[in-house]
């Protein structure tokens, strides 16, 4: 396994994760690809953080931090969703759409 | 071929598999399942990249908590209107800038290949030590971040019954 491999598969989520973002209009899907974004985040900080930085520890630190961050805007966003399937009955975004100009 | 590259490569499949079905598939729940294998296997990746404390909280927090969490909230606003929402008509657009952002990065990748060693990764114990020394200030504030986004979780969430946020 070479650090190249790990940057592929990280990059090929990243784009995965994109394609979903953009594609989407189910708000709990866009959520979802928000997060294979932040993995693809993860794998690429913990691999090199393996492969060229072996002795300190930054890559493994800012992962927690991502998955703190995740684990927070998950919440938060679930709240909104609820909140806005509530108010609007609906979860496409392209319906919640007040403040676009 | 190796024993690392074999596993890793069936856990590209996996990772891989779970995010296309991810933002392939209708069904909503589904999508969530989804997004649990994939990220479980991430915590693989983890374990061969040596971070096998990631790995653990990849699990927990990705595995335990977001993917229930996501499944909750379905659950609580009758997941099949939710499947009903289309996709983008411009889902088009969106595969080729995706495709083209995967083509850039390959491209860099393969220009730029650092020559490396073998993954090498400390353990918990040097984890923690680096945590709760060098990192302990930005450690801190992520804990007032989450304890901050579960008070407005939670008034968001109940508003309607306490002050009429309508």
Redesign the interface.
């Known amino acids: 396994?070479?650090?190249?491999?790990?940057?592929?598969?990280s990059?090929?989520?990243?784009?995965?994760?994109?394609?979903?973002v953009?594609?989407?209009?189910?708000a709990?899907?866009i959520?979802?690809?928000i997060?294979?974004i932040l993995?693809a985040v993860?794998?690429n900080a913990?691999?090199y953080?393996?492969?060229?930085d072996?002795?300190?520890?930054v890559g493994?630190?800012i992962?927690?931090?991502v998955?703190?961050?995740?684990?927070?805007?998950?919440?938060?966003a679930?709240?909104?969703?609820?909140?806005l399937?509530?108010?609007r009955?609906?979860?496409?975004v392209?319906e919640a759409d007040s403040m676009k100009w | 071929m190796?024993a690392?590259?074999v596993t890793?490569s069936f856990l590209?499949v996996l990772?891989?598999g779970g995010?296309?079905g991810?933002?392939i598939t209708r069904n909503?729940a589904h999508?969530?399942l989804y997004?649990l294998m994939?990220?479980a296997s991430?915590a693989g990746?983890?374990i061969?990249?040596?971070?096998e404390?990631?790995a653990l909280?990849?699990v927990l927090?990705?595995g335990g908590?977001?993917t229930i969490?996501?499944l909750f909230?379905?659950m609580?606003?009758r997941a099949e209107?939710?499947s009903n929402?289309?996709?983008?008509p411009?889902?088009a657009?969106?595969?080729v800038?995706?495709?083209s952002?995967?083509g850039v990065?390959?491209s860099v990748?393969?220009s730029n290949?650092?020559d490396?060693?073998q993954?090498?990764?400390?353990g918990l114990e040097?984890?923690g030590a680096?945590?709760f020394t060098n990192?302990v200030v930005?450690f801190e504030i992520?804990s007032v971040?989450?304890l901050?986004?579960?008070i407005?979780?939670?008034i968001?969430?109940r508003?309607?019954d306490g002050q009429g946020g309508?």
């Open positions: 396994m070479e650090l190249y491999h790990v940057e592929l598969l990059a090929a989520l990243f784009a995965i994760g994109v394609y979903g953009l594609a989407r209009r189910n709990v899907m959520l979802m690809s997060e294979l993995n993860n794998i913990v691999a953080a393996a492969f060229l072996p002795g300190r520890l493994q630190v992962t927690i931090f998955i703190t961050v995740a684990a927070a805007e998950v919440g938060l679930m709240a909104i969703i609820l909140r399937y509530r108010i009955a609906t979860a496409n392209d | 190796d690392g590259l890793f590209v990772v891989l995010a296309f991810v933002v909503v999508a969530a997004l994939s990220l991430v990746v983890f061969l990249l040596v971070a404390f990631l909280v990849q927090i990705y908590a977001i969490v996501l909230a379905l609580l606003t209107e939710f929402v289309r996709d983008n411009q889902w657009v969106a595969g800038a995706a495709i952002i995967f990065l390959s990748i393969f290949k650092l490396v060693q993954p090498i990764g400390p040097e984890l680096e945590l990192w930005p992520a971040v989450l901050v986004a579960l407005g979780a939670i968001l969430a508003a309607s309508e």
